[in-house]
């Protein structure tokens, strides 16, 4: 079973429709007894870094995402949802995150218009499961303000570029993060979820 996590954001049912495209049945739940179930677990996330992580923190969800993710079960992050994998963000404020990936998270600098939104492409840094069918060059959905850097080059699977090259896919063991939207992202990013459902039921 791969429970999406209901913290209280948006975007959860498309991710679900996205999932369901994909051919995967998935549950949205809030309930840690739920999450403790699941065979793959995903977090979502639209707005801001840290009412994201209050959000979590309320029911203790942070508490029982870190404990599955140290069982080895799949995790994937999707857009705040990566962003929230890592130590530390700086958007209003300093906040801390799950802290299950070394880096921060930064806003983007200089002269291009923030937020990017519209459709970018990759840039494949090494060869993953979670990637198989992605060519490098090809295209996906982004919208965002703020990026992260992780601090071992290794976990970095695919970089996209917005004035700067910048960490769009993450993976270290089980754990999985996407900037961009694949449920927004078209054939190749329902393509991405259907990959992640099949490392989930091996």
Not at 104 to 129: A, T, Y
């Amino acid at each position: 079973m791969i429970v999406i996590i209901d913290y209280g954001v948006g975007n959860l049912r498309s991710v679900q429709n996205g999932f369901a495209e994909a051919g995967f049945t998935t549950v949205v739940s809030g309930d840690p007894r739920d999450l403790e179930a699941a065979d793959g677990l995903v977090l979502p996330g639209v707005g801001a870094f840290g009412s994201a992580m209050d959000n979590l923190r309320q029911n203790q969800l942070h508490q029982v995402v870190r404990q599955q993710v140290n069982k080895g079960v799949p995790l994937l992050g999707i857009c705040v949802g990566l962003q929230l994998l890592f130590e530390r963000s700086e958007e209003r404020g300093e906040h801390a995150g799950l802290g299950l990936l070394a880096g921060d998270v930064v806003q983007f600098q200089g002269e291009l218009k923030v937020p990017q939104i519209g459709w970018n492409q990759l840039q494949m840094q090494r060869e993953h499961p979670l990637l198989a069918g992605v060519k490098d060059g090809d295209y996906f959905y982004f919208v965002h303000s703020y990026y992260a850097r992780p601090t071992a080059a290794d976990v970095t699977l695919a970089t996209s570029d917005y004035g700067i090259p910048f960490a769009a896919v993450v993976q270290h063991e089980n754990i999985f993060g996407i900037q961009f939207h694949p449920e927004k992202s078209s054939r190749l990013g329902l393509r991405i979820l259907q990959n992640f459902g099949r490392m989930v039921e091996c």
